[in-house]
Antibody, heavy 129, light 108 residues
Framework: QVQLVQSGAEVKKPGSSVKVSCKASGGTFSNYAINWVRQAPGQGLEWMGGIVPVSDTANYAQKFQGRVTITADESTSTAYMELSSLRSDDTAVYYC??????????????????????WGQGTTVTVSS | SYVLTQPPSVSVAPGQTARITCGGSYIGAKSVHWYQQKAGQAPVVVVYDDDDRPSGIPERFSGSNSGNTATLTISRVEAGDEADYYCQVWDSSSDHVIFGGGTNLTVL
């Protein structure tokens, strides 16, 4: 049973950057899209982007383009999400998540088609001066 | 970009049926996934691909999808079903994941 374990809580100053890690254990890593989803206090889920390690191709939501970098290290089965130019409204819980099904969907040819079955425990990032 | 619209809240008495809608342009042509999120926890899939249930999810949870509306139906609602529920689709034009705004289910 695959598990995703994320790095610990962070407190950052406005204008700085944060890098959150997500380590997969108990299953294969490379052929699944690792997605990053954030949730501000009292707000809904917001997809930030994802990466498919086998192709090392990242895919970013328009809102975060230019400010987020998602990478993956196949040797350690770990994905990373780095968010720069932090603002107070970036204060949120950041989750990594991946589908239970690997490979591109035969219906859509996309790795992002599937439901997100496996979630990390979440990492709280607080941006405050 | 593709937008999913959910009612902010739904209230239902125990034992009754709750229906949570998710509106989107021609959403019936997409596969819709539904998540349950309880306070302080990560989301959990309760319905995927419109109407399939993961193992371990009670049969009381079901989904449908047609036209411009997808619906999550929870039959014989229990106090433990109180949570936020999110719909989600994959947008083919952008290859992006899209979430609805979420619906808070209150069991009266």
């Amino acid at each position: 049973q695959v598990q995703l374990v994320q790095s610990g809580a962070e407190v950052k100053k406005p204008g700085s950057s944060v890098k959150v890690s997500c380590k997969a254990s108990g299953g294969t890593f490379s052929n699944y899209a690792i997605n990053w989803v954030r949730q501000a206090p009292g707000q809904g889920l917001e997809w930030m982007g994802g990466i498919v390690p086998v192709s090392d191709t990242a895919n970013y939501a328009q809102k975060f383009q230019g400010r987020v970098t998602i990478t993956a290290d196949e040797s350690t089965s770990t994905a990373y999400m780095e968010l720069s130019s932090l603002r107070s409204d970036d204060t949120a819980v950041y989750y990594c998540a991946r589908p239970g099904v690997g490979g591109p969907s035969p219906k859509s040819y996309s790795y992002y088609y599937y439901a997100l079955d496996v979630w990390g425990q979440g990492t709280t990032v607080t941006v405050s001066s | 970009s593709y937008v999913l619209t959910q009612p902010p809240s739904v209230s239902v008495a125990p034992g009754q049926t709750a229906r949570i809608t998710c509106g989107g342009s021609y959403i019936g042509a997409k596969s819709v996934h539904w998540y349950q999120q309880k306070a302080g926890q990560a989301p959990v899939v309760v319905v995927y691909d419109d109407d399939d249930r993961p193992s371990g999810i009670p049969e009381r949870f079901s989904g449908s999808n047609s036209g411009n509306t997808a619906t999550l139906t929870i039959s014989r609602v229990e106090a433990g079903d109180e949570a936020d529920y999110y719909c989600q689709v994959w947008d083919s034009s952008s290859d992006h994941v899209i979430f609805g705004g979420g619906t808070n289910l209150t069991v009266l």
